[in-house]
């Protein structure tokens, strides 16, 4: 029989968040799979478990996820783990846990801590819709495209920042977004946590003066669905009702359901619709 791969979250600052679940099972299995060795022996070291590791990071994810799925064919159980929190969550182990699954591999996770969602629940917005967006590409057109559409985004949006970053990402999350509220939260549950709830526009001030340490996330205020809604309404009203009609009745929506939509759309009856089409002489 294969053995199991277990997704074992790690703390993101406070080795008092280590739970006894995943001890337990670091010391138990046959290897660990770690982001990096040098920062994770520490941890290892801390709680007394002396199981053998091996590298798995951003450069070698696809071959030493072979490597690491013949060991579970062999039978052994592996531990993955980043250097900071869940283990698949802006980090390569989403790569293995999907080779895993293709190959037939038991993959279980032990949850635990995850600094977006320890930022989502301290920043004061809105915790029941969110999107988490990691850390931006650097590419720049990649990154354009995803601050886009992210424009319109009713859901709260959490991203991920390296300090030597954070001004530039900034600039452009204003110059994208324009001004929204938002929190800012840098070193949770280290000893110098701080949550700091501010606004876009705000937050770029605050760091013209003060340089940028530790690692940060930015949890961003969400478009209000009623302002789009109503900016919806205004982007149609900018063409006439025939127009509109003519829009659905191409895409192969009868008069009827056409009808429909348009007053949808515009936020009037029915019957405002057809009596425009009636006065314009339109059938």
């Given at each position: 029989?294969?053995?199991?791969?277990f997704?074992?979250?790690t703390?993101?600052?406070?080795?008092?968040?280590?739970t006894?679940?995943?001890?337990?099972?670091?010391q138990?299995?046959?290897?660990?799979?770690?982001?990096?060795t040098r920062?994770?022996i520490?941890l290892?070291?801390?709680?007394?478990?002396?199981?053998?590791m091996?590298?798995?990071?951003?450069?070698n994810?696809?071959?030493k996820?072979?490597?690491?799925?013949e060991?579970?064919?062999?039978?052994?159980?592996?531990?993955?783990?980043?250097?900071?929190?869940?283990?698949?969550?802006?980090?390569?182990g989403?790569?293995l846990?999907?080779m895993?699954?293709?190959?037939?591999?038991?993959?279980?996770?032990?949850p635990?801590?995850?600094?977006c969602?320890?930022?989502?629940?301290?920043s004061?917005?809105s915790t029941r819709?969110?999107?988490?967006?990691?850390?931006?590409?650097?590419?720049k057109?990649e990154?354009?495209?995803?601050l886009?559409?992210?424009k319109?985004?009713?859901?709260t949006?959490?991203?991920?920042?390296?300090?030597?970053h954070?001004?530039?990402?900034?600039?452009?999350?204003?110059e994208a977004l324009?001004?929204?509220?938002m929190?800012?939260?840098?070193?949770?549950?280290?000893k110098?946590?701080?949550?700091?709830p501010?606004?876009?526009?705000?937050?770029r001030?605050i760091?013209?003066n003060?340089?940028p340490?530790?690692?940060?996330v930015?949890?961003?205020?969400?478009?209000s669905l009623?302002?789009?809604?109503?900016?919806?309404v205004l982007?149609?009203?900018?063409?006439?009702i025939?127009?509109?009609?003519?829009?659905y009745?191409?895409q192969g929506?009868?008069?009827?359901?056409?009808?429909?939509?348009?007053?949808k759309?515009?936020?009037?009856?029915?019957?405002?619709?057809y009596?425009?089409?009636?006065?314009?002489?339109?059938?």
């Open positions: 029989m294969s053995g199991t791969l997704l074992c979250a703390p993101i600052g406070n080795l008092g968040d280590m006894p679940r995943v001890v337990e099972t670091l138990a299995v046959d290897l660990i799979a770690a982001e990096d920062n994770s520490k290892l070291n801390h709680f007394e478990i002396h199981t053998s091996t590298s798995y990071h951003e450069y994810k696809v071959e996820a072979k490597y690491l799925i060991q579970l064919q062999a039978g052994k159980d592996v531990a993955l783990i980043t250097d900071a929190g869940t283990p698949a969550i802006s980090d390569p989403e790569v846990v999907q895993c699954q293709e190959a037939g591999i038991t993959v279980t996770s032990l635990g801590a995850a600094a969602i320890t930022a989502l629940t301290l004061g917005l819709r969110f999107c988490f967006e990691g850390f931006l590409p650097a590419d057109k990154k354009k495209d995803i886009e559409n992210l319109n985004e009713s859901r949006i959490v991203l991920y920042e390296a300090p030597h954070l001004t530039r990402t900034l600039d452009e999350l204003y324009g001004d929204r509220r929190t800012i939260c840098r070193e949770l549950t280290k110098f946590e701080e949550v700091i501010t606004t876009i526009y705000d937050a001030v760091f013209e003060k340089e340490r530790g690692e940060y930015l949890v961003i205020e969400g478009r009623s302002e789009l809604k109503h900016e919806k982007e149609w009203q900018s063409i006439s025939e127009e509109h009609m003519k829009h009745e191409e929506f009868d008069n009827k359901e056409s009808m429909k939509k348009v007053a759309d515009r936020g009037i009856s029915k019957r405002e619709v009596q425009y089409m009636i006065e314009k002489g339109v059938k």
